[in-house]
């Protein structure tokens, strides 16, 4: 009873909407493996089109060649100064450190009397007080500059009374209520503390930024804050100052929202100045945006060796970047591009996006689009399944995931959003998978029920058919195209003469076993099996597109499936061998279950099978072991085929166009075939237009290829009769007066 109960169709449709809610309710929630495998997919797509370059950004580069030859780090800071200096003349329009300079330079003069012996420290005393402190110098040199941002990061532990220095405050435009406002600032990323300049430098520079990074929990940099939260006041990320700097230091920041609300638009807009501004930025609500990364070439890099050297090239109107490439000082991320980068990089893709104005989106409607699509998708699936069976569903399935991984991927090229295909794909086939599972234990039930009843009366492929269709085991049929064959052993009197009745029957059951064998596994349907006969078609009840072709195969396979039966009775002694008569036609035909109520069989009736069965019986006429009609001959015509007659079969009145298979398509392909062909064609159409002479040149010269022998024996025989008794209005019309 339990079973019974499991199989029902009410009980799986509840199953699987359960399990629909759950996965429709999973896409809009927090999931860990869902997002990894959602960036993972994001990941792909800034590989296969990573944002494009510009030319707005340089790095100087604190490399291992600037390292080698000034000295390691952290170097003193009258070369900062002098970096400073030098970029400022060759017209960087920013230039922003990626460093913390949170302790004083220990190689300031001042410093030196705690590495001098003590009497030396005494008498050197005044002379190092006279002499300028590095970390003044660099501020001056800062100061003078007007085009410097430093940074900070975070720390563990704040320190004391410490605040960075914010040039511009962070501004809510018009249109923000407190209660929002709160919101947002509650939502940014908060450090517990930071890591800060020394308080000369920070005063003397023109903007400070965070260059904290927030890496996803695989260590992979995807979304960084472009504004944190301090104490409630809000900083600017480095790559944003540099950009107001770029835009005009007497600028403020300020949070916008977007002017119309659409699908894709963002949370929040961040801006550089109200009106006007050329960098409306687009964020998450906790001030976050997904940085849309390219790789950074070599040629980007100026070693701050070639600066100091006056042999950089020229920085007019660039934003520079400050920052290490050497493995010594630990500055390397991961990003979608690469997992080990300078973190210097992520900086300057940050800042590049945004003055190329080219952005990867996920609005917070996008999640509800997901699940959206999984709902509407799956529900499809559930509502299908039971209807239109694995194939048609699973096919509809994979159509619904191809689509949305082709609109992900268009809206990441067209409006740079992250539209997650994987889940909506999964949860696709999961459903499928499920339906496909119920209804095949719904199937394999109902199969069995079939199966026991009728598997001892009907053909396999006729069984399989009810067993999907139930409905069809009723009277009825209906009219299409099918290719029908006869068979017959030629001869079988001469050969059951000698036989006894046990060994008649094995004969049979030998003959008829590899004939059926054939006939299946040319996909073909055996009707029925008349004594030495046997009757069977294509195309019915399962559909074939190539039912012509295969019922061809199959006979072309049958004589040479004999071979072995005739050595068994060559071996016992038996003279006369079993040869099959074979007769092959297409057309429409009525297919169905036909005969009483109380009894029926699925069979084909029709003139299709009449001359099938006409087509069998001329083959001892015609002294052939197969012939074909005119329509089978058109469906398989790259086939090895020969025009054999026009002949009017008894009982019909329209004659019918009789041809012949040699061979399959690569026998179609030999010069042999070609060669007879074309003599034969000659000696066919001399024959219809009556120029019996010269036919019966050509069927002498033909009649040595040894297959075709006796037919053309036989038609010699035919010529020599009608150049006797020429007839009258010759139409090559020969009329058969035996079936």
Same mark, same amino acid.
């Given at each position: 009873?339990?079973?019974?109960?499991?199989?029902?169709?009410s009980?799986?449709f509840?199953?699987?909407?359960?399990?629909?809610?759950g996965?429709?309710f999973?896409a809009?929630?927090?999931?860990?493996?869902?997002?990894?495998?959602q960036?993972?997919?994001f990941?792909?797509?800034n590989? #296969?089109?990573?944002?494009?370059?510009?030319?707005?950004i340089?790095?100087?580069?604190?490399?291992e060649?600037?390292l080698?030859e000034?000295g390691? #780090?952290?170097?003193?800071?009258?070369?900062?100064?002098?970096?400073?200096?030098?970029?400022?003349?060759?017209g960087?329009?920013?230039?922003a450190?990626d460093v913390?300079?949170?302790e004083?330079?220990?190689?300031s003069?001042?410093n030196?009397?705690?590495?001098?012996?003590?009497?030396e420290a005494?008498?050197l005393?005044?002379?190092?007080?006279?002499?300028?402190?590095?970390?003044?110098?660099f501020?001056?040199s800062?100061m003078?500059?007007s085009?410097?941002v430093t940074?900070?990061?975070a720390a563990?532990?704040?320190?004391?009374?410490?605040?960075?220095?914010?040039?511009?405050?962070?501004l809510?435009a018009?249109?923000?209520?407190?209660?929002?406002q709160?919101?947002?600032?509650?939502?940014?990323?908060?450090p517990?503390?930071?890591?800060?300049n +020394?308080?000369?430098?920070?005063?003397a520079a023109?903007?400070?930024?965070?260059?904290i990074?927030?890496?996803?929990?695989?260590?992979?940099?995807?979304r960084v804050?472009?504004i944190?939260?301090?104490?409630?006041?809000?900083?600017p990320s480095?790559?944003?100052?540099?950009?107001?700097?770029?835009?005009?230091w007497?600028?403020?920041?300020?949070?916008q929202k977007?002017?119309?609300v659409?699908?894709?638009?963002?949370a929040?807009?961040?801006?550089?100045?109200l009106?006007?501004s050329k960098?409306n930025?687009?964020?998450?609500?906790?001030?976050k945006i997904?940085?849309?990364?390219r790789k950074?070439?070599?040629?980007e890099?100026?070693?701050?060796a070639?600066?100091?050297n006056?042999?950089?090239?020229?920085?007019?109107?660039?934003?520079v970047?400050?920052g290490?490439?050497a493995?010594g000082?630990r500055?390397?991320r991961s990003t979608?591009?690469?997992?080990f980068v300078?973190?210097?990089e992520?900086?300057?893709?940050?800042?590049?996006?945004i003055?190329?104005g080219?952005?990867?989106?996920?609005?917070?409607?996008?999640?509800?689009?997901e699940g959206?699509?999984?709902?509407i998708?799956?529900?499809?699936?559930?509502?299908?399944?039971?209807?239109? =069976?694995?194939?048609?569903? =699973?096919?509809?399935?994979?159509?619904?995931?191809?689509?949305v991984?082709?609109v992900?991927?268009q809206?990441?090229?067209?409006?740079?959003v992250?539209?997650?295909p994987?889940? =909506?794909?999964?949860s696709?086939?999961?459903?499928?998978?499920?339906?496909a599972?119920?209804s095949?234990?719904?199937?394999?039930?109902?199969?069995?029920?079939?199966?026991?009843?009728?598997?001892?009366?009907v053909?396999?492929?006729?069984?399989?058919?009810?067993s999907?269709?139930p409905?069809?085991?009723?009277?009825g049929?209906?009219?299409?195209e099918?290719?029908?064959?006869?068979t017959d052993?030629?001869?079988?009197?001469g050969?059951?003469?000698a036989?006894t009745?046990?060994?008649?029957?094995?004969?049979m059951?030998?003959?008829?076993?590899?004939?059926?064998?054939l006939?299946m596994k040319n996909?073909?349907?055996?009707?029925?099996?008349?004594g030495?006969?046997m009757m069977?078609?294509?195309?019915?009840?399962?559909?074939?597109?190539?039912?012509?072709?295969?019922?061809?195969?199959?006979a072309?396979?049958?004589n040479?499936?004999?071979?072995?039966i005739n050595?068994?009775?060559?071996?016992? =002694?038996?003279?006369k061998?079993?040869?099959?008569g074979i007769?092959v036609?297409?057309?429409l035909a009525?297919?169905?279950?036909?005969?009483?109520?109380?009894?029926?069989?699925?069979?084909?009736?029709?003139?299709?099978?009449n001359?099938?069965s006409?087509?069998?019986g001329?083959?001892?006429?015609?002294?052939?072991d197969? +012939?074909?009609?005119?329509?089978?001959?058109?469906?398989?015509?790259?086939?090895?085929?020969?025009?054999?007659d026009i002949?009017?079969?008894k009982g019909?009145?329209?004659?019918?166009?009789?041809?012949?298979l040699?061979?399959?398509?690569?026998?179609a392909?030999?010069?042999d075939?070609?060669?007879?062909?074309?003599?034969?064609d000659?000696f066919l159409?001399?024959y219809?237009?009556?120029?019996?002479?010269?036919?019966q040149i050509?069927c002498e010269?033909?009649?040595?290829?040894?297959?075709?022998?006796?037919?053309y024996?036989?038609?010699?025989?035919r010529?020599s009769?009608l150049i006797?008794n020429?007839?009258?209005?010759w139409?090559g019309?020969?009329?058969a007066?035996?079936?």
């Amino acid at each position: 009873m339990l079973g019974r109960f499991l199989l029902k169709k009410s009980v799986h449709f509840v199953i699987l909407l359960l399990v629909l809610a759950g996965l429709a309710f999973s896409a809009v929630t927090e999931n860990p493996v869902r997002q990894r495998l959602q960036v993972a997919v994001f990941d792909q797509y800034n590989r #296969w089109k990573p944002r494009p370059a510009s030319d707005a950004i340089k790095i100087v580069d604190i490399d291992e060649a600037s390292l080698k030859e000034i000295g390691q #780090w952290p170097w003193p800071r009258t070369i900062l100064a002098r970096l400073v200096e030098k970029l400022s003349e060759q017209g960087a329009k920013v230039i922003a450190f990626d460093v913390v300079f949170a302790e004083p330079d220990r190689t300031s003069p001042q410093n030196w009397q705690k590495i001098a012996g003590v009497e030396e420290a005494d008498a050197l005393s005044p002379l190092f007080a006279e002499m300028p402190d590095h970390d003044d110098v660099f501020a001056r040199s800062i100061m003078a500059s007007s085009r410097v941002v430093t940074g900070f990061t975070a720390a563990h532990e704040p320190p004391a009374d410490r605040m960075p220095v914010l040039r511009k405050d962070v501004l809510f435009a018009r249109g923000f209520e407190d209660t929002e406002q709160k919101n947002i600032m509650w939502s940014l990323y908060r450090p517990p503390g930071l890591a800060l300049n +020394l308080q000369p430098l920070a005063d003397a520079a023109a903007g400070t930024g965070s260059f904290i990074a927030t890496p996803d929990q695989d260590g992979i940099i995807r979304r960084v804050p472009l504004i944190i939260n301090y104490k409630d006041t809000m900083y600017p990320s480095l790559a944003l100052e540099a950009v107001r700097g770029y835009q005009g230091w007497g600028k403020n920041i300020y949070w916008q929202k977007p002017k119309k609300v659409g699908d894709f638009d963002p949370a929040y807009l961040l801006s550089v100045g109200l009106i006007g501004s050329k960098a409306n930025i687009p964020t998450d609500a906790d001030g976050k945006i997904w940085t849309y990364f390219r790789k950074i070439e070599n040629s980007e890099y100026i070693s701050a060796a070639a600066v100091l050297n006056n042999a950089a090239p020229s920085l007019q109107d660039k934003i520079v970047f400050v920052g290490t490439s050497a493995e010594g000082l630990r500055d390397i991320r991961s990003t979608p591009l690469d997992i080990f980068v300078p973190g210097v990089e992520v900086h300057v893709n940050i800042a590049e996006q945004i003055l190329q104005g080219k952005y990867l989106l996920r609005p917070h409607v996008v999640p509800y689009m997901e699940g959206l699509f999984v709902f509407i998708v799956g529900f499809a699936v559930i509502l299908m399944a039971p209807f239109m =069976g694995a194939l048609a569903t =699973g096919a509809v399935s994979f159509i619904a995931i191809a689509l949305v991984i082709m609109v992900s991927w268009q809206l990441f090229l067209t409006k740079g959003v992250l539209f997650d295909p994987v889940y =909506g794909a999964l949860s696709v086939f999961i459903l499928f998978l499920l339906s496909a599972t119920f209804s095949y234990f719904r199937v394999e039930a109902e199969r069995r029920q079939v199966k026991q009843a009728f598997g001892l009366y009907v053909a396999p492929d006729l069984l399989s058919e009810l067993s999907k269709n139930p409905d069809k085991l009723q009277l009825g049929g209906e009219t299409r195209e099918i290719t029908v064959m006869f068979t017959d052993i030629r001869g079988f009197t001469g050969v059951s003469e000698a036989l006894t009745p046990s060994e008649l029957i094995q004969l049979m059951n030998d003959f008829l076993t590899p004939m059926s064998d054939l006939v299946m596994k040319n996909r073909g349907t055996i009707d029925k099996y008349m004594g030495d006969a046997m009757m069977a078609f294509w195309n019915a009840p399962l559909s074939d597109a190539d039912h012509a072709a295969n019922a061809c195969r199959a006979a072309l396979q049958m004589n040479k499936a004999l071979a072995p039966i005739n050595e068994g009775l060559l071996a016992k =002694g038996h003279k006369k061998l079993l040869q099959a008569g074979i007769g092959v036609n297409t057309g429409l035909a009525s297919v169905g279950n036909m005969g009483s109520r109380q009894r029926f069989a699925y069979s084909a009736l029709g003139d299709t099978v009449n001359l099938a069965s006409r087509l069998e019986g001329q083959t001892k006429a015609y002294g052939l072991d197969l +012939l074909i009609g005119e329509e089978t001959a058109k469906k398989v015509a790259d086939f090895a085929i020969l025009e054999i007659d026009i002949i009017q079969v008894k009982g019909k009145e329209k004659p019918a166009r009789v041809f012949t298979l040699w061979g399959d398509e690569s026998d179609a392909a030999q010069p042999d075939y070609k060669a007879w062909k074309e003599k034969h064609d000659i000696f066919l159409k001399s024959y219809r237009e009556g120029a019996f002479t010269r036919a019966q040149i050509y069927c002498e010269e033909l009649k040595n290829f040894a297959p075709f022998k006796k037919y053309y024996d036989m038609m010699q025989e035919r010529i020599s009769a009608l150049i006797k008794n020429p007839p009258q209005n010759w139409d090559g019309v020969f009329i058969a007066t035996e079936k």
